[in-house]
């Protein structure tokens, strides 16, 4: 089985942080991608960002970009996501998930990923 765990999220005065960590236990194979996505009520699951395992590259989307940063410990299989400056509009459950095929970060589409977390709460009020 291939288990992702979120965790780190919580409440947050806009203008604060939070890390969100993915643990990503038992992976085995030399090339992947993680990504992190973002859902609201009623709304369509949004890509967020991405790392590689593969050649390194990230992606961030432009809501995010200057204030998110992605990062992973490979000894820990943990990827991690720096939530700086949070804003209200970032309030969402955050998910993490794995594609196996893709090897180059770009836009993450939900479509693409086959293993999910079961999603970490980020709120963002005064």
């Known amino acids: 089985q291939l288990q992702l765990v979120e965790s780190g999220g919580g409440l947050v005065q806009p203008g604060g942080s939070l890390r969100l960590s993915c643990a990503v236990p038992?992976?085995?194979?030399?090339?992947?991608?993680i990504s992190w996505f973002r859902q609201a009520p009623g709304k369509e699951r949004e890509g967020v960002s991405c790392i590689s395992y593969s050649d390194d590259s990230t992606y961030y989307t432009d809501s995010v970009k200057g204030r998110f940063t992605i990062s992973r410990d490979n000894a820990k299989n943990t990827v991690y996501l720096q939530m700086n400056s949070l804003r209200p509009e970032d309030t969402d459950v955050y998910y993490c998930?794995?594609?196996?095929?893709?090897?180059?970060?770009?836009?993450?589409?939900?479509?693409?990923?086959?293993?999910w977390g079961q999603g970490t709460q980020v709120t963002v009020s005064s």
């Open positions: 998930a794995v594609n196996f095929v893709r090897r180059q970060c770009g836009l993450p589409l939900p479509s693409e990923y086959e293993y």
């Open positions: 038992g992976l085995i194979l030399d090339y992947y991608v």
